[in-house]
């Protein structure tokens, strides 16, 4: 059985950066073909895709984020984090850990989800 559990701050101040980790049990992350993603939910808004690193350590990002985020592996200690930088109180939501098993399937695991707030 897989499971993520994502970790970090759940405050964080305009302008500076949001840094969170989602550590893997229960599979490799390293594991062919699939990709581990981070997404989000903000207040009244629908799920949305931010990003995610393959299991060969190639990322992908949303067009719209790219510029802001970050995605970065630690296969030692079987984790990978996601880093957006100069968040404003726009950013606040539920951020999600989850994998994708890839084939266009649905992600198949995911994290409970971590309320981050961004304060003005």
């Known amino acids: 059985q897989v499971q993520l559990q994502e970790s970090g701050p759940g405050l964080v101040k305009s302008s500076q950066t949001l840094s969170l980790t989602c550590t893997v049990s229960?599979?490799?992350?390293?594991?062919?073909?699939?990709?581990w993603s981070w997404i989000r939910q903000s207040p009244g808004k629908g799920l949305e895709w931010m990003g995610a690193?393959?299991?060969?350590?190639?990322?992908m990002y949303i067009p719209s984020l790219k510029s802001r985020t970050s995605i970065s592996r630690d296969t030692s200690k079987n984790q990978f984090s996601l880093q957006l930088r100069s968040v404003t109180p726009d950013d606040t939501a539920v951020y999600y850990c989850?994998?994708?098993?890839?084939?266009?399937?649905?992600?198949?695991?995911w994290g409970q989800g971590t309320q981050v707030t961004v304060s003005s």
């Open positions: 989850a994998r994708d098993p890839g084939g266009g399937a649905t992600m198949d695991y």
């Open positions: 229960g599979g490799a992350i390293t594991t062919e073909y699939y990709a």
């Open positions: 690193i393959l299991y060969d350590g190639r990322t």
